[in-house]
């Protein structure tokens, strides 16, 4: 699914070169359920953007479902992020003046599928991850982990190759947080790959792999013994 | 996303901020209704105009000696030669004297009375008798001093006495501080209005509607043969301001000068209204599209901070597959919608604004078909000058960027 080789990342400001990230090679498998630790400044975080087609890598290539991404453009880029990429993100990054719905429908509009089948499936996806009777609702009027389960609607909506979650619990409580990831499992247990960014020990326990790193580097990368949750 | 779906997206985001949206359009509202009332209104002035010179008769010309001395005077020899022109339908010598009328009660009304020769109340200011008759050739060999009124100054003379009554009786005119007695041959009709108070009626007096045969007036004054002032008229299908030049050429060369008179024809003025009128409004309408830039301007500030405030919308659009290409489009169309509906409504306002306006002053706006395409092409060009960069700096936002801003 993701196959990246000797990747380089490195930001450019004036004189300053500022490396973050060094000779990267990892690989997703389909249905793999992957997390990625790591303190702040260690590299994880621009490792998400590159994965999310949102970044270029320097040099090095990454294929994402049979794709060469390395040689894509902006404009292949945003076509790759609405059809092979799912985001969830920290702050759910939801639309506040469109419903939950209209949320949903965002994705399906930008691959221009028709207003009446987009409905139906934005619907569907709600009901999936159990917010079938808010579906008239605005963000504001919901909770932050039924913000989030709109947002892994959207995500979802599209059929993409893998979802990519950076810190999906990091501002929900324990108990939102437990709800989805068990979400997540469920839909990982359906086929779903998934990458997400935590640095929360014990929510990196719900996944099946976990990769850590280190100034630039994956400095661990395995299997979790005792899953949590399932 | 097709631009139906564009479009209604971005109503929705208009309509969500209505104050601001409005506030937005002011500018616009302003502009392009002052430039609509204003075409509409100068052309309806035009019109107006053109309509009361045309009714005076196109073809009319007047010619004025510049100074009153025997070289500049035109001479009945200067009439005749203009007469014989093959584009001269008729020229005639005219005069006018300043005096005051006596009612029946003695009291006095300064006016003018005018002395004209045969033609001028047939062909050059054709009038519509309501009683009695027109001067005729008899009158104008013989001097009578007979006498043409308007309708209006025979009902403050007479009183609201049926017309044909006031035939026959004669009026007293101070001439040169003598009493002349001139006997009512004919009552015209003017466009005044009649039902009147005695004492409303009186203000009309001063109206310069007393014509008398030009030999009857030259006599009494005890002027010679040779006038400063002679009218005309061209015939059909001549170049009037050509022929009306000529004339003047013709009667430099007689009297052996450079620029002796000024010559004065119907198309020549409507000619020099049309084109005050055309450059007025231009120019005023020119002052008008400095609103419309400003308006322009505004538009452009408020869609950068719309940018701004939403960025992280942008982002997170960019994030589901939005490419820049949509995000331009996006944004453009927002502006476009701004300014489209505001030129439409400001073409309404505009409308109205004419319409009242013109009305206070008997004016009728005059729209055409050019304004709407002007209003339109007007609001979609500002739009898309003023939106695009606005749509750009969005459009190229780095997601990244715009996923972390508040």
Aim: glycine share 10%; with cysteine.
């Amino acid at each position: 699914m993701i196959d990246i080789q000797n990747v380089n990342k490195i930001y450019r400001n004036g004189r300053l070169e500022l490396q973050a990230l060094f000779d990267i090679n990892f690989r997703v498998k389909k249905e793999e359920f992957v997390s990625i630790m790591g303190a702040s400044g260690s590299g994880k975080s621009t490792f998400l953007q590159i994965l999310g087609c949102l970044d270029h890598a320097t040099s090095g290539t990454y294929i994402l479902d049979g794709i060469n991404i390395s040689q894509a453009n902006d404009k292949d880029f945003s076509k790759i992020r609405n059809q092979k990429i799912g985001f969830v993100f920290q702050a759910f990054n939801l639309l506040p003046k469109l419903t939950i719905t209209e949320n949903v429908e965002l994705p399906m509009m930008y691959a221009g599928i028709k207003p009446k089948e987009r409905r139906e499936r934005a619907v569907d996806a709600l009901i999936k991850v159990g917010l079938g009777n808010r579906i008239k609702h605005t963000p504001n009027e919901i909770s932050g982990g039924q913000r989030q389960r709109v947002a892994i609607a959207r995500a979802l909506v599209n059929n993409p190759a893998i979802i990519l979650a950076d810190e999906p619990t990091g501002n929900l409580d324990s108990k939102s947080s437990v709800e989805i990831m068990n979400i997540f499992q469920g839909l990982n247990n359906e086929g779903v790959t998934i990458v997400m960014v935590t640095h929360e020990p014990d929510i990196a326990e719900f996944t099946k792999r976990k990769v850590v790193f280190r100034d630039g580097i994956i400095i661990d990368d395995a299997l979790i013994q005792n899953r949590r949750g399932i | 996303m097709n631009i139906r779906e564009t479009v209604k997206m971005a109503l929705k985001q208009l309509l969500g901020n209505k104050g601001r949206t409005f506030l937005t359009m002011l500018g616009m509202f302003i502009g392009i209704g002052s430039v609509i009332a204003i075409l509409a209104l100068g052309t309806g002035f035009q019109d107006f105009f053109k309509d009361k010179f045309i009714n005076l008769g196109l073809g009319v010309f007047s010619i004025e000696a510049k100074e009153d001395t025997i070289e500049y005077l035109i001479t009945p020899e200067d009439v005749q030669v203009i007469r014989n022109l093959e584009e001269i339908r008729t020229a005639i010598r005219g005069t006018s004297e300043e005096c005051s009328i006596r009612d029946a009660k003695g009291k006095e009304f300064d006016t003018w009375i005018t002395g004209v020769e045969d033609g001028y109340m047939t062909l050059i200011k054709p009038i519509t008798l309501r009683a009695g008759r027109n001067i005729s050739v008899r009158d104008q060999e013989a001097g009578s001093q007979v006498l043409l009124i308007a309708d209006i100054i025979g009902k403050a003379y007479f009183g609201n006495i049926p017309y044909e009554d006031m035939i026959g009786n004669n009026i007293e005119i101070v001439i040169e501080k003598q009493p002349v007695s001139f006997q009512v041959i004919g009552i015209y009709k003017t466009e005044s209005d009649v039902n009147q108070s005695q004492k409303e009626l009186e203000k009309y007096y001063g109206l310069k509607e007393y014509i008398t045969p030009f030999k009857a007036l030259n006599n009494i004054i005890g002027a010679g043969e040779d006038v400063s002032m002679i009218a005309g008229l061209i015939k059909d299908g001549y170049d009037q301001t050509s022929v009306a030049t000529r004339i003047g050429q013709i009667l430099n060369r007689r009297h052996h000068l450079k620029d002796g008179y000024s010559i004065m024809s119907v198309a020549q003025i409507v000619d020099m209204v049309d084109k005050i009128m055309s450059v007025l409004t231009m120019f005023v309408s020119a002052l008008a599209s400095i609103s419309l830039i400003v308006g322009g301007v505004g538009i452009m500030n408020i869609m950068l901070v719309t940018v701004k405030e939403r960025t992280r919308e942008i982002g997170i659009r960019k994030a589901l597959g939005a490419s820049n290409k949509l995000i331009l489009r996006q944004f453009v169309i927002e502006a476009l919608l701004i300014t489209v509906i505001a030129g439409f409504i400001g073409m309404i306002i505009g409308y109205i604004g004419a319409i009242t306006i013109g009305a206070n002053f008997g004016i009728q706006a005059k729209f055409s078909s050019g304004m709407v395409v002007f209003s339109t092409v007007t609001s979609v060009s500002i739009g898309l000058i003023f939106g695009v960069y606005p749509a750009y700096q969005a459009a190229r936002l780095d997601p990244i960027e715009a996923l972390r801003a508040d």
